[in-house]
């Protein structure tokens, strides 16, 4: 049986998106499912949610699952939340680039502290977001943040700076900073304390940071 399933950049509609679905009972081996840049909507959530809802438990192995560049609205959370619900190992959620700004909207709420990747990045998160983003992820196994442009939102920098400056993010080996407008004095900031909270740090991009001199 397939461990992924990648139908990524197909111009995907709703309707079809259904057929993939429909299948999972029979990929029941499925690690990976990526859907990133179709346009689904809230629909297709939904309909996802009914086909896991409807599955024993247990049989589901989904370790990571990719609706970035996806046509989702605030309105889809709690659907996908209860699909995240039905998958014990899930372990990576992409979101970047969608039309989500609340990640807390609704109930039940998406349940991120089992998450070693969360990528929410160039979304226009509102404030309570990031606050529900920091207060939630377990940060020492975390593997990736993803803050690309999210540093352009007024809250995003300075939570991201205390977290580091007082969490440990033991498991963390690439943090993207990029396209975030840091100053010099924001990312020396950032340095100091990364050294120390997050040692096996591999990749720290920076890039298309204008105000950057150094």
Do not use: H, W
């Amino acid at each position: 049986s397939a461990r992924e399933l990648d139908v990524s950049m197909n111009q995907l509609t709703d309707a079809e998106f259904q057929g993939f679905i429909e299948k999972l009972p029979v990929l029941k081996k499925l690690e990976r499912l990526n859907f990133a840049t179709n346009p689904l909507t809230g629909k297709s959530i939904f309909n996802m949610a009914t086909v896991l809802a409807s599955l024993p438990e247990g049989l589901i192995y989904m370790a990571e699952l990719d609706l970035s560049r996806c046509a989702l609205l605030d309105q889809s959370m709690p659907q996908l939340a209860r699909i995240c619900q039905r998958m014990p190992q899930l372990r990576v959620l992409r979101l970047a680039s969608t039309m989500i700004t609340n990640l807390a909207y609704g109930s039940p709420q998406l349940e991120v502290s089992r998450l070693q990747v969360l990528d929410v990045s160039d979304n226009t998160l509102n404030q309570k977001s990031i606050e529900y983003m920091f207060a939630k992820l377990d940060t020492c196994i975390l593997t990736e943040l993803n803050g690309r442009k999210l540093g352009l939102l007024s809250e995003f920098k300075p939570k991201l700076t205390v977290a580091i400056q007082t969490q440990e993010f033991d498991m963390l080996s690439k943090l993207d900073l990029s396209q975030c407008g840091l100053t010099d004095d924001e990312l020396s900031t950032l340095l100091v304390p990364l050294r120390s909270s997050a040692v096996k740090l591999k990749l720290l991009d920076v890039s298309f940071n204008r105000l950057l001199t150094q």
